[in-house]
């Protein structure tokens, strides 16, 4: 991994912390190098990547993949925190299901693409957020009855109890779910902030491994 590279550990509630000890933030800012907007066409080395990506996850693979060590370790925290994992997937089987059903890791776009390619290869899921967007350091806690996902006037309204990840100042996104509107990277965003959510069992060069993937595919010109 690079030097150059400097991850930061996302704050945690104290709810989170007690309940939930094993359950870590890390985060990454990046700066887009690449001259492709980000919700354009990738590049060729980056469908070259998923390409190579969709022939590693063929049959026999892609249907144990829920029993490899780290897409387990998912499914154990999905249970713990009250998800059933067959309803609801975990980012990787998930991803490796579409795969199947779609013949191969089709692009979606540059993003999508990157954040794909650094899943398949570790098994840990990274999201993107504008970092402009944010006011201050990012943390994971319970959501607030009624509060907004973001801070656009037009966001979703959260129940109680629901793990965000939240800055200073507002829920940004539903932990392993949706984002808020006004905070997900679009076509002119130059400034990223990544954040990996590493469970128990995850070995944490997989969870750093997974964000300088996406790094290095980003901050190339």
Do not use: N
């Not at 700066?31 to 066409?41: I, K, S, Y």
């Amino acid at each position: 991994m690079s030097s150059a590279m400097v991850l930061e550990l996302g704050w945690r509630s104290r709810e989170v912390e007690e309940e939930l000890p094993a359950l870590r933030l890390l985060l990454a800012d990046v700066g887009v190098g690449r001259r492709t907007p980000l919700t354009g066409a990738s590049p060729p080395d980056v469908e070259g990547r998923l390409r190579e990506l969709s022939s590693r996850f063929r049959g026999a693979r892609a249907v144990a993949i829920r029993r490899e060590p780290v897409p387990a370790a998912y499914r154990v925290f999905f249970r713990h925190i009250g998800l059933d994992p067959d309803v609801v997937r975990t980012p990787i089987e998930a991803a490796v299901l579409e795969r199947m059903l779609r013949g191969g890791f089709l692009t979606g776009g540059l993003l999508e693409d990157v954040l794909l390619i650094a899943l398949a290869d570790t098994g840990v899921p990274v999201w993107a957020l504008d970092a402009e967007s944010l006011d201050g350091q990012l943390g994971i806690r319970p959501s607030r009855e009624g509060e907004p996902l973001g801070r656009s006037p037009k966001a979703r309204t959260l129940p109680a109890g629901q793990l965000v990840i939240a800055d200073s100042s507002a829920a940004l996104a539903v932990l392993f779910g949706e984002s808020g509107a006004g905070h997900v990277a679009g076509a002119a965003t130059r400034r990223l902030k990544l954040f990996a959510v590493q469970v128990a069992g995850v070995p944490t060069l997989y969870a750093e491994e997974a964000l300088w993937s996406c790094r290095a595919a980003l901050e190339q010109p």
